[in-house]
């Protein structure tokens, strides 16, 4: 068995400046779908805040932290039971009633916006598997997620999936190097690939878009416990160049280039992200998920019932207080759902420890 619990390392303490990062990364995906996402939806078109056009990056941010906290997870998990375990009680409890949550009041509130979302029950079985719905479709007629938000949710689960064979089969300290060959070398192979159909079935199987994210989160955490300086620098390196070219125009690129200068400094020049410890910034971090689940559908069928003929300060203070409601439901859900269920999962680590 190739997982183990090492030695405590400086990694092994809570970041919190990766905390702060993640607020950052849920506030910028929750302002673009407020203020860009959905024009003809919303009474205020995408008027207010056009700077928030490019927040769907915020999910590559996402990605980069998951990396670094699926390679810390695994450090810590005694055996891949373990590592399955803690995951599944990490995300499906509050899946499920955020799945509820917004399956209520999608079928509650009628609106444009809220009719052509609307789904039938099957739509659970996508969003409590995290499994997308065009599979599910091949054996029961599924259209869609609860809310589209979650496809997201589909590439980790895929992520957890090979950084778990990976780990197992080569160990933890070979995850980021296989990691990082294997980005490097897929990204080749999709620009490469002849056809449409290699490409969906590389994107179905490895996400090859993203992968470069993950690769880059691990890297950080074995840079933070160990990883050799020019090892590190050499990896990265290539995984930046790799995600550029995924990416689509200058900004993708700029954007997501200061993710990874984020990264960096967070192993070169730690006390730089300081800002990022705010208190505000970590405890938005803390009910990231919760938030990210519930923001989109709710917050949509809120904002598309608002009259037309309001001055935009008035839609932009609304749709604020829109998020900060949502942000104290995701408070309830982070409190009675996350922070039980992960306590659960310790105490079957106490009972089961393999």
Aim: some cysteine; glycine content about 6%; charged content about 10%.
């Amino acid at each position: 068995m190739a997982l183990g619990r090492p030695p405590t390392t400086p990694a092994d303490k809570r970041i919190r400046e990766l905390d702060g990062l993640r607020a950052v990364a849920v506030l910028t995906v929750v302002l673009y779908h407020f203020f860009q996402r959905f024009p003809n939806d919303f009474p205020y078109g995408d008027r207010i805040f056009p700077w928030v056009g490019f927040g769907y990056l915020g999910v590559h941010l996402f990605f980069m932290i998951s990396g670094f906290a699926i390679a810390f997870t695994l450090n810590h998990a005694s055996g891949p039971l373990v590592f399955i375990r803690h995951r599944f009680f990490r995300l499906w409890p509050p899946m499920l009633v955020c799945s509820l949550l917004t399956f209520v009041v999608m079928n509650v509130v009628d609106t444009p916006f809220t009719e052509a979302r609307r789904v039938g029950v099957e739509a659970f079985l996508p969003s409590l598997t995290f499994i997308a719905p065009f599979i599910w479709d091949k054996i029961i007629p599924v259209s869609n997620w609860i809310d589209g938000a979650y496809w997201s949710l589909f590439v980790e689960v895929r992520f957890y999936f090979w950084a778990l064979v990976i780990a197992t089969i080569f160990g933890n300290r070979n995850l980021a190097a296989a990691l990082t060959g294997s980005a490097v070398a897929l990204a080749i192979i999709w620009h490469l690939a002849p056809n449409a159909a290699v490409i969906f079935y590389l994107d179905t199987l490895f996400f090859v878009p993203y992968l470069p994210l993950f690769a880059a989160g691990v890297l950080t955490y074995q840079a933070l416990t160990g990883l050799k300086t020019l090892r590190f620098y050499t990896g990265f390196t290539l995984i930046w160049i790799a995600e550029i070219t995924m990416l689509a125009n200058v900004t993708e690129y700029t954007l997501v280039s200061m993710f990874f200068l984020l990264f960096l400094i967070l192993i070169e020049r730690r006390a730089w992200l300081a800002v990022l410890t705010a208190r505000p910034l970590v405890a938005i971090g803390l009910i990231s998920y919760s938030l990210y689940l519930l923001h989109q559908n709710i917050g949509g069928a809120v904002l598309s019932s608002l009259p037309a003929g309001w001055p935009m300060w008035s839609y932009a203070l609304v749709a604020l207080c829109v998020l900060g409601v949502i942000m104290l439901l995701a408070r309830g859900v982070y409190q009675f759902v996350e922070r039980p269920s992960q306590s659960l999962a310790r105490r079957f680590d106490q009972r089961f420890p393999t």
